[in-house]
Nanobody, 122 residues
């Protein structure tokens, strides 16, 4: 099993930045594809960014490309989502997720964190 805990969410003004962290634990978490999803009220959960724990095959959603980056720190067992130039449209609950095969469909993920709220004010 893999346990995931997100942190770093909060309230930020448009144009500002936040860095979300996902702390992972479990027997074989380093074998998983790690991804960030977000879900705004009334909308489907959408893929934001993902990468294998090794750092390969990094994928960034078109909606955030150029503003968000994903990275990992193996020493801290953590995956990060750096969010710059935030827009009100980025307001959502952000979730860390993991599976063993990658993909951008939330239904394909086995493990999820509890989510962290990101609110961007104008």
């Amino acid at each position: 099993q893999v346990q995931l805990v997100e942190s770093g969410g909060g309230l930020v003004q448009a144009g500002g930045s936040l860095r979300l962290a996902c702390a992972a634990s479990g027997r074989t978490f380093n074998m998983y594809f790690m991804a960030w999803f977000r879900q705004a009220p009334g909308k489907e959960r959408e893929f934001v960014a993902g990468m294998w724990w090794t750092g390969s095959n990094i994928h960034i959603a078109d909606s955030v490309e150029g503003r968000f980056t994903i990275s990992g720190d193996s020493a801290k067992n953590a995956v990060y989502l750096q969010m710059n130039s935030l827009k009100p449209e980025d307001t959502a609950v952000y979730y860390c997720a993991a599976n063993r095969r990658g993909g951008s469909d939330y239904e394909g993920y086995d493990y999820w964190g509890q989510g962290t709220q990101v609110t961007v004010s104008s």
